[in-house]
């Protein structure tokens, strides 16, 4: 929605390079939550964050509060990384998770 | 890490009939969620719960949906009557005290 706007809608890769999803709020968020829907329809927690960064792997994902964007990088992509992305805004006052439209990836030998 | 689990997982029904879906939330947590998702579309926030009562509901959580846990057991969404618009995935998440949501693999809803 446009309260959680993510970037690109869609993204096509090559396997073995990298890209960056990003996710900008309108809203206040107090932290973010990054997941992964597999074709299954199953979400995949990726990340959890305050403000800073973390990293797991290939993955690595930042959130700064102050500027209200994230973003997630994807390293060295796998055929496995394809599905669609959402990050979800978490605000502590009205205890609402947000949800972006998603970024739908495809990872192409 | 922590799983959420839904019942069942794929539900069918006739328009005008009533549906419960079930959510086992992760055992020691105390706040539960109900999330909509059209199919290819974004999730969407229904309601959220805690010590019994509803906390928040957004204004797709309508008239016709109710929530319960009665005695620590499932973390119910009830529709009664359902309606062709109400075909989607539900999805139910829980947390703790930190803001982590948890969430459980989906409950298919086609309404006929």
């Known amino acids: 929605g446009d309260k959680v706007k993510q970037s690109p809608s869609a993204l096509s890769l090559q396997e073995g390079t990298n890209s960056a999803l990003r996710c900008n709020f309108s809203?206040?968020?107090?932290?973010v939550q990054w997941f992964l829907q597999n074709p299954r329809g199953s979400l995949i927690n990726l990340f959890y964050?305050?403000?800073g960064t973390k990293e797991n792997g290939r993955l690595k994902s930042a959130f700064d509060s102050k500027e209200s964007y994230s973003t997630l990088h994807i390293r060295d992509a796998q055929l496995e990384d394809s599905g669609t992305y959402f990050c979800?805004?978490?605000?502590?006052?009205?205890?609402?998770?947000?949800f972006g439209d998603g970024t739908v990836l495809t990872v192409k030998p | 890490g922590p799983k959420v689990l839904q019942i069942p997982s794929h539900q069918i029904i006739d328009m005008g009939q009533m549906v419960t879906l079930n959510c086992d939330p992760v055992?020691?947590?105390?706040?539960f969620y109900w999330y909509k998702q059209i199919l290819g579309q974004q999730m969407e926030f229904l309601v959220n719960?805690?010590?019994?009562?509803?906390?928040?509901k957004s204004k797709l959580f309508k008239d016709q949906f109710s929530v319960e846990r009665p005695d620590g057991s499932y973390f119910t969404l009830k529709i009664q009557p359902t309606a062709l618009e109400d075909s989607a995935v539900y999805f139910c998440?829980?947390?703790?005290?930190?803001?982590?949501?948890?969430f459980g693999p989906g409950t298919r809803l086609l309404v006929l």
């Open positions: 809203i206040a968020a107090t932290t």
């Open positions: 979800a805004a978490y605000n502590t006052n009205t205890g609402k998770l947000t």
């Open positions: 055992s020691n947590h105390l706040y």
């Open positions: 964050l305050v403000p």
């Open positions: 998440a829980s947390r703790q005290g930190g803001d982590t949501q948890y």
């Open positions: 719960f805690y010590n019994g009562k509803v906390m928040e």
